[in-house]
């Protein structure tokens, strides 16, 4: 019985001892691969790394971080190809974790977006997001593919189910559904993108400036005009883009005194401008200059300003005083002055955006020339 005994103990710690040598061994392999790999880094072969890190070694959340941070630095060195192929290599791998294998997909997909291949990007996106439709990281990216590709309905889309499930905002999501509204030929759909614009942000002058350019395109002058003029009242910048379909709906001198009553409560470089083109349109062509040149005193570096007032004067006899504004404008152009700029990563522009082209952040660009006359 004592025999028998001890005989099973000794079977058990022969199997015991035999697994942990096994998984020792394992180990051992892996970790020697996984440093020939990085040895391999160093000396500058990646090809050679690649080959090693993914052969024989085990992906498991201790190991991930060193991977991405290899899939990362690939794709900063713009070796896209390599990256893909790592993060391929890493999903071959039969034992993957369910979560780690999305925290893969996600880096392919990222590698893809940065390729420019932004289908296959979205195309994991859109999965990785259905299995865990809560995902913050993954809908933020799809949502920036999606505007990448200037498909801001699919975007729009993607930034509900953020505000939905994270902390996505509603002031980005009726960007994105004014800019879909905007981009909308079939007019009926396009209402419904400018309405709900307007009903998810209240405050949104970009929602009011699509509400307002979709009535006029339905006709419908009344609503335009009133959606156009709140636009102007909720975000100034807009007033220049406003001035145009304000005069097509309500005529020029009901733009003119609309412009005139919003200097009366606030003195904005972009009114003055908005004042001007609409005066152009009476025919009252020299108090349009003079705006222009009062819009140019508030804000030197206007260039929306300068180049109203270069046009202005080219079509008007004023031909010497037309030629050194001109040579005053291809000088602000040449030393490629911008009034506007991200106040995330400092790209310039020369009139107001909602999306930094170059950080991807909305409601980042602000008018950065002169102080607001207010303050003054
Ligand atoms: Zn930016």
Redesign the pocket.
Known sequence: MVEALILVAAAVLAAGIYSLLARRRRETDAARAYLQGFRYILSDEPDAALEQLTRAVEVDARTLETYFALGALFRRTGEHERAVRLHQNMLLKTDLAPRLRLQIELELALDFQRAGMLERAAEIYERVTETEPGWREALLRLRQVYEEQRNFARAAETQARLVERCDGTRAILAHLLAEAALAEEDSGLAARFAERAASVDAESGHASFALGMVRLGQGRAKEAVAALKRCCELEPELAPRAAEPLVEAAGAGRAVSFFNSRLSAADHPATRVALARCLRHAGRVEEATAQLRRALDLDPRYVEARLTLGRALLGSSMGDEARRELERLLAAFSTQESGFA??????GYGELQFR??????WD??RRVAAAAPEER
């Open positions: 991200c106040r995330t990563c400092g790209h930094c082209t170059r950080c991807l952040n980042t660009v």
